[in-house]
């Protein structure tokens, strides 16, 4: 990896982490000064990004979260059509996580993660966060009738996310790295 892109990958880390409720914003602000700088962002740049936007929640205002969602789905979708890298398994995780915590529960929201839990299949990016958000934001009707799995069953294995991870189809989990990459 570039020593630079750590480094920029950093700042745009922070941002993340800290109570700004402009932190998707600034976020997005770093990325694309990374990118001025002629630094070439990795997949790490962009998840840090869609991680700032997800936990805007934590702190910010109704217009806040409404802009971090729209970073989000720009960047995801900026990820998506990169001609040098695409969206990995923490992506797809994020992506889930910020509609989860950006938006409140309705039957659109349950469709537009459920449209993007298909993407991640087809990729075979299924992994441990994109279980998590999916048990956390869907019904557990909707989870089962998703993943194959009862969410009671998850909720008893999710300590040990192989457990369920081997029973999903191997085409969904297959370029799935059992790592984050945030």
């Not at 909720?155 to 029973?167: A, F, G, Q």
Request: aromatic content about 8%.
């Amino acid at each position: 990896p570039n020593a630079n892109a750590i480094l920029w990958n950093r700042i745009i880390q922070v941002w993340g982490y800290s109570k700004h409720p402009g932190k998707a914003v600034e976020a997005q602000r770093c990325l694309l000064e990374m990118q001025a700088a002629g630094v070439q962002p990795d997949v790490i740049s962009f998840n840090s990004v869609l991680n700032a936007a997800a936990h805007t929640h934590l702190n910010g205002d109704p217009e806040s979260k409404e802009d971090a969602l729209k970073i989000a789905l720009n960047i995801f979708n900026e990820l998506k059509n990169c001609d040098y890298i695409k969206p990995d398994h923490v992506t797809y995780g994020c992506i889930m996580k910020c509609y989860r915590l950006l938006t409140k529960p309705s039957q659109e929201r349950s469709e537009t993660i459920r449209m993007v839990l298909e993407q991640c299949k087809q990729g075979g990016k299924v992994g441990e966060l994109c279980l998590r958000e999916l048990y956390s934001a869907l019904t557990p009707e909707d989870f089962e009738k998703y993943i194959g799995v009862s969410a009671e069953e998850y909720s008893e294995k999710r300590h040990v996310p192989s457990l369920v991870l081997r029973n999903l189809p191997e085409a969904w989990t297959i370029n799935a790295r059992r790592t984050h990459s945030i």
